[in-house]
C-alpha cells in the first residue's frame, strides 16, 4: 500500500472497520461492540474492546458507609454493559447504515480517508438505564482522540468513578506519566508534586485487604511500555510503549495488573490471580476515598460522583 | 505469704508485694558507665524454661519449688507473646471482649452484685497460664546488694516466687512491675519462677482495639541497687512569665544509708549552670535553683539540660550517679480557652501509636522505637498519643530528645462494657462510679505519673480511652491535678457525661468528629479547647479529606489539632503454605471468633513499616503549621 498522500487506508470488512497507516492497524469491531485491535509498530495492545467502566474497587471506607451496597447497580453495569449501536463517520460524512455486506461490496481494498469517527453507543444494565458514548477519532496519522459521553439520569445512585478501561495482553514493564506524585485521590492529592514520573512494573498498594489503589490525578500524559506480546511469531523482547495524552482536561489513570472485580474478590493480596495483563482504567471522574471514619462517616460532598449529570472526558491515544 | 489464685478474679488485689511506681532514671557504677552501660543492670532476656497449660486447673501446681522436676518444660523466648510462640490461638478483636459468645461474665461488682465471683477467671476455660523458669547466678556486682527484679511488661496478671518463695502478684500489663527479691536470693543457682495468666480482672479494663495476648512481652531486669540509691527523682523545672528565667526543684528519694548528693545541671555547651549538694536519706530536696536566659525545649528546639546527681557515701565513696536529660517548657491553658506551650498556640499535627512488629506482635526494639521518631519528624508529625497503654520506658526519653509532644495516656480501655454494636450501653459499666475499681484505675494514673513524670516531651496525662466516665475517672483526674500542674488532663469520655465535664478533661476532645460538627462546637460558646484524639481513620485507603479540618486551624484558635489514627498496621507476616510466600494476615485469619478483622489496618505505616501512599498528604498538611 502506498500512503504518500498521508491518508488512512479504510477496510470496510464484513465484522469490522479497518484503518491502517505505515505503522498502525486498528479494527472497529461491530459485533464486538468496540475498538478490537489496536496495533502499534506491529504490536498488539488490546486484550478485549476498551469498555465503559463504572466502578473502582470499594475501599474499606465504602464497605463501611455503605457505598458499595448503594452503587451496586454500577457494579453489575461495569460487567455487563453492552453497545447497541455504532455510528460510522469518514471525512464527515455519516456512514449509514452501517456498511456491512451487502451495502460494502461497493468498496475497494483502495479506500482513503483523512479523518475516520466511530462512535459506540452503550446502554448500561441499571434501574433505570442510561447511555454512554464513546466516539474514536482518527487522524490520518494514526492518533486516536476519543472522547466518552455519560448521560445523567435522576434515580441512579453515585457513581464510584466513570471512566474507560484498556486491558493490555501483556503486563507492562512499567510506565512513565506527567501529573502527581504518588497515589492520589480527589480528596487527597494537596500533598503530591507534580512532575513526571516513572513507575516500574505494576504496583499494587499492599492494602491489607486488596481495594481499589495506585489511582493518579491530574495527569497530563501517560505511556506505558511493554516488551511482551502474545504473539507466538514475536520473540522480541524490546520495550515499545503507547502513550494517552490529555486533550481538554487532564485525565486520572490508575495501571494495574487487575480489574476493579479481581481487586474486589481478594480478601488478601496473596490471592490476587497471578499477574499476566496490564489493566489501564482512564478516568473522566473518581469518587473521593473518604476518611473521617471507616463505619459510616460519608465521603465530603464535593467529592462524590451524581449520577444525574452528564459527564464528559476525552483523551488522545499515539505513539 | 503465699500466692492466691483468686486474686484473678478480685478487682481489688492488683498488686501485692509490688514496689512502688518511681521514675524512670537510669543509674551507674560511675561517670564511664553512662556511656559503656551499666553493671547494676543484668537483663533476664531470653530463653527461659516453660509450660504452657489451657486452663489454670491444668497448671503445674509446684514449679516453683526447686525440687520441681521441670524436665517436660519447653522454652520460650522472652521477651515474647504466647501465641506467637505457637501455644496459643491468635486473636484480634476490637471492642467486645473476647470471651463474646464463649464464656458469660460480668465484672464482679456490678449489676448490684455485691460479692466476688470465684472463679470468674481462676477457674475458667479461657485463661490459659504460662509457667515460666529462669535460673540465673549473681554477678559479683550483685552480691550482698538489694536486687530488685523488674518485668517491664506482662500481660496480663503474673505471679513470681523466688527459690521456692513467694514474691509478689502484679497487673497492669503496660507498666514495669518490680519486686524485692533481696531476702530469698542466694549467690548461685537461683531459681525465679514466674506464672503469667491470660485473663484477670484486669481483662474488663484492658479491652484495647489490638491483638489479644499473653506473656512476658518486654523486657525483664534484675536491678541491683547501691548502699545508697536514688529510688525516685522528681524535676519540677518551672518557667516564668518572661519565658526567659526559670527554676529547677528536685526531690530525690533515697533508699539506704544516708549519702551526699552532688547535683551539676549542665546546658547544650556542657557549661554548668547550677550545682548544690544535699545529704540524708528518704526524701532529699535540693533548694531551687534559678535559671537565666534559658532555651526552652519544643518540637522545633527540643533543648535538653542535663541533669547530674552523683552520690556519696559519708567516707566519699562514689555509690553511683544518676544522669537525666530534662527540659523547660510550659503548658498552659489561657484564659481565652486556648492551650500554650510556651507562649505559642498549640497545634497537634498528632498521630496515635500502637506498638507494633509484624514479626513479633508489641515486642518491639530500640529501632523500631527509632525507625518510628524518625518517619514522624521526616513526615511533619510533632505529637503522638500513647495509645491506648504506656510504651516501653525508652520512647518516652527518644520523644524528648526527638521533640515530639506526648499524650501520655493511662493503660485503661473498657469499651466492652459500655458499648455494645456501637450503641452506647453502659449497664455494667467499669470503671464508672464503682468503689471497688476505683483503686487499680487510680493506681494505673500513679504509675504513669510516677514513671513519666520528668519527660518534657508529654503534655498530657490521658485517662484511658473510651471507658465511659464516672467518679472513678474523675479520681483519676484528680489524682493528676493534685501531683501535676505542668500539665494538662486530657480524657474523651467528656463528651459521653457532661455531668462530670469539668471534672475529668481541661479539653473537650472527640473521636472521629466532622469538621462541620467541630466547627458548630467552636461557634457555640465553648468552654472548653476542642482536640480530635483520634481523626482520619487511615484504614486501607483511605485519608481523604484532610483539608477540612487544616481549615479548622486557621479559622478557630480553640481547635487545637488532633491525633491521626493510627501510626501503623497491626498485621502479623506468616507463612502461606499455598504461595509459599511470607504474607501479612490480619483479624480472623487465625479461625478466631468473634474478630473485627480487617480492622485491625489503620496504620500510616503498612504493618513491614513502609509508608502507605498517604503519607504525602499527612506531610503536607502537617508542614502547614509546624
Redesign the interface.
Known amino acids: 500500500m502506498d500512503y504518500t498522500n498521508n491518508q488512512l487506508h479504510v477496510i470496510y470488512g464484513d465484522a469490522s472497520l479497518g484503518l491502517e497507516g505505515p505503522n498502525f492497524h486498528y479494527l472497529f469491531s461491530y459485533e464486538r461492540g468496540g475498538l478490537e485491535s489496536l496495533v502499534v509498530n506491529q504490536k498488539e495492545w488490546l486484550y478485549r474492546t476498551p469498555t465503559p467502566l463504572f466502578w473502582r474497587a470499594t475501599?474499606?471506607?465504602d464497605h463501611?458507609n455503605g457505598f458499595d451496597v448503594k452503587a451496586a447497580q454500577w457494579y453489575a453495569a461495569d460487567r455487563f454493559t453492552t453497545c447497541q449501536k455504532i455510528d460510522l463517520t469518514v471525512d464527515g460524512q455519516l456512514v449509514q447504515p452501517l456498511p456491512i455486506a451487502p451495502l460494502n461490496n461497493r468498496y475497494t481494498n483502495h479506500e482513503m480517508a483523512n479523518q475516520v469517527a466511530l462512535t459506540y453507543h452503550f446502554v448500561t444494565p441499571t434501574v433505570p438505564s442510561t447511555s454512554v458514548s464513546i466516539t474514536y477519532t482518527v487522524a490520518s496519522d494514526g492518533n486516536i482522540k476519543i472522547m466518552t459521553h455519560f448521560a445523567g439520569r435522576e434515580g441512579l445512585p453515585e457513581l464510584p468513578a466513570f471512566g474507560l478501561r484498556f486491558i493490555m495482553p501483556t503486563t507492562a514493564t512499567g510506565f512513565d506519566y506527567q501529573g502527581l506524585?504518588?497515589?492520589?485521590?480527589?480528596?487527597?492529592?494537596?500533598?503530591?508534586t507534580q512532575g513526571q514520573f516513572h513507575v516500574d512494573g505494576l504496583p499494587v498498594?499492599?492494602?491489607?485487604?486488596p481495594?481499589?489503589?495506585g489511582m493518579h490525578m491530574q495527569t497530563s500524559q501517560l505511556t506505558v511500555t511493554r516488551s511482551t506480546t502474545q504473539n507466538n511469531a514475536d520473540q522480541s523482547k524490546q520495550p515499545f510503549s503507547l502513550t494517552f495524552s490529555q486533550a481538554d482536561q487532564p485525565f486520572a489513570f490508575s495501571c494495574l495488573p487487575y480489574t476493579a472485580a479481581e481487586l474486589e474478590q481478594a480478601t488478601?493480596?496473596?490471592e490476587l490471580p497471578l499477574p499476566r495483563r496490564t489493566v489501564l482504567s482512564i478516568y473522566g471522574a473518581v469518587r473521593?476515598?473518604?476518611?473521617?471514619?471507616?463505619?459510616g462517616?460519608d465521603?465530603?460532598a464535593k467529592?462524590h460522583i451524581p449520577a444525574n449529570q452528564d459527564l464528559d472526558f476525552s483523551f488522545n491515544i499515539h505513539f | 505469704m503465699q500466692a492466691n489464685l483468686q486474686w484473678l478474679d478480685d478487682p481489688e488485689v492488683f498488686r501485692v508485694n509490688q514496689l512502688p511506681a518511681h521514675s524512670d532514671h537510669h543509674y551507674y557504677r560511675d561517670l564511664d558507665e553512662i556511656r559503656t552501660g551499666s553493671s547494676f543492670i543484668k537483663s533476664l532476656n531470653g530463653p527461659w524454661r516453660f509450660h504452657f497449660a489451657s486452663t489454670p486447673s491444668e497448671r503445674p501446681l509446684h514449679f516453683y519449688s526447686p525440687d520441681f522436676d521441670s524436665a517436660d518444660f519447653d522454652t520460650i523466648q522472652v521477651p515474647g507473646h504466647i501465641e506467637l510462640a505457637g501455644y496459643s490461638q491468635i486473636q484480634y478483636i476490637n471492642t467486645l471482649y473476647p470471651w463474646e459468645g464463649k464464656i458469660y461474665r460480668r465484672p464482679p461488682y456490678t449489676l448490684n452484685q455485691d460479692q466476688l465471683e470465684v472463679g470468674l477467671f481462676s477457674d475458667a476455660a479461657d485463661n490459659s497460664v504460662g509457667s515460666y523458669l529462669k535460673h540465673f547466678d549473681l554477678d559479683d556486682s550483685f552480691k550482698n546488694q538489694r536486687v530488685i527484679i523488674q518485668f517491664q511488661g506482662v500481660e496480663e496478671a503474673l505471679y513470681v516466687w523466688l527459690n521456692g518463695h513467694f514474691i509478689g502478684y502484679a497487673e497492669d500489663s503496660f507498666t514495669p512491675s518490680e519486686f524485692d527479691l533481696t531476702p530469698y536470693l542466694q549467690d548461685q543457682d537461683n531459681l525465679l519462677a514466674v506464672q503469667v495468666y491470660k485473663r484477670s480482672t484486669a481483662a474488663f479494663i484492658e479491652d484495647q482495639d489490638m491483638y489479644r495476648f499473653s506473656g512476658i512481652f518486654r523486657d525483664v531486669n534484675l536491678l541491683a541497687l547501691p548502699a545508697a540509691h536514688v529510688v525516685d527523682l522528681d524535676i519540677k523545672p518551672e518557667v516564668k512569665d518572661d519565658f526567659e528565667r526559670g527554676t529547677l526543684a528536685v526531690t530525690a528519694d533515697v533508699s539506704g544509708t544516708d549519702a551526699i548528693l552532688e547535683l551539676t545541671v549542665t546546658d547544650q555547651n556542657k557549661q554548668v549552670v547550677a550545682s548544690q549538694t544535699q545529704s540524708g536519706t528518704g526524701k532529699v530536696l535540693f533548694d531551687s535553683m534559678p535559671f537565666d536566659n534559658l532555651k526552652l525545649w519544643s518540637p522545633t528546639n527540643p533543648t535538653l539540660y542535663q541533669l547530674l546527681i552523683k552520690v556519696y557515701n559519708n567516707q566519699h565513696q562514689l555509690l553511683e550517679v544518676v544522669p537525666y536529660q530534662f527540659g523547660f517548657r510550659r503548658v498552659e491553658l489561657r484564659e481565652d480557652k486556648v492551650i500554650y506551650v510556651n507562649n505559642q498556640r498549640l497545634i497537634l499535627n498528632g498521630v496515635n501509636r500502637h506498638e507494633w512488629n509484624a514479626h513479633s506482635g508489641r515486642v518491639i526494639t530500640m529501632q523500631d522505637m527509632q525507625n518510628d521518631i524518625q518517619t514522624m519528624l521526616d513526615n511533619n508529625i510533632n505529637a503522638v498519643r500513647t495509645c491506648h497503654y504506656p510504651d516501653q520506658l525508652p520512647w518516652y526519653e527518644l520523644c524528648d530528645q526527638a521533640g515530639l509532644y506526648v499524650m501520655a495516656e493511662n493503660n485503661l480501655e473498657s469499651h466492652g462494657s459500655w458499648q455494645k454494636m456501637?450503641a452506647v450501653e453502659p449497664s455494667y459499666n467499669v470503671p464508672g462510679d464503682n468503689p471497688h475499681w476505683l483503686a487499680a484505675v487510680v493506681d494505673r494514673a500513679r504509675s504513669n505519673y510516677e514513671w513519666f513524670k520528668n519527660h518534657p516531651s508529654i503534655i498530657f496525662w490521658s485517662l484511658g480511652n473510651e471507658s465511659f466516665a464516672g467518679e472513678d475517672i474523675a479520681a483519676m483526674q484528680t489524682f493528676y491535678k493534685e501531683h501535676d500542674a505542668s500539665r494538662l488532663v486530657h480524657y474523651e469520655g467528656v463528651v459521653r457525661t457532661p455531668e462530670l465535664r469539668d471534672r475529668i478533661s481541661d479539653v473537650e476532645s472527640r473521636m472521629?468528629e466532622?469538621p462541620a460538627n467541630i466547627a458548630s462546637y467552636l461557634e457555640n460558646n465553648p468552654d472548653k479547647p476542642f482536640l480530635n484524639c483520634e481523626?482520619?481513620?487511615?484504614?486501607?485507603?483511605?485519608?481523604?479529606?484532610?483539608?477540612?479540618y487544616n481549615d479548622l486551624i486557621d479559622k478557630y484558635p480553640m481547635y487545637q489539632g488532633g491525633f491521626i489514627w493510627d501510626f501503623i498496621?497491626q498485621?502479623l507476616l506468616v507463612h502461606?503454605p499455598?504461595?509459599q510466600?511470607d504474607?501479612?494476615?490480619?483479624g480472623g485469619?487465625f479461625d478466631e471468633r468473634h474478630s473485627d478483622y480487617?480492622?485491625?489496618?489503620?496504620g500510616l505505616l503498612?504493618?513491614d513499616r513502609t509508608p502507605?501512599?498517604?503519607m504525602?498528604?499527612?506531610?503536607?498538611?502537617y508542614g502547614l503549621h509546624k
Not at chain 1, 498498594?205 to 485487604?209: A, H, K, N
Open positions: 475501599t474499606d471506607n463501611g506524585s504518588g497515589e492520589t485521590y480527589p480528596d487527597r492529592l494537596a500533598g503530591a498498594t499492599p492494602y491489607l485487604v481495594q481499589e489503589c488478601h493480596l496473596e473521593g476515598v473518604g476518611g473521617i471514619d471507616s463505619w462517616a465521603v465530603e467529592y | 456501637g472521629y466532622t481523626y482520619m481513620h487511615d484504614m486501607g485507603n483511605s485519608l481523604g479529606g484532610m483539608q477540612s498496621d498485621a502461606d499455598i504461595t510466600q504474607v501479612l494476615r490480619y485469619d480487617e480492622f485491625s489496618g489503620d503498612f504493618a502507605k501512599p498517604a504525602q498528604e499527612v506531610k503536607y498538611y
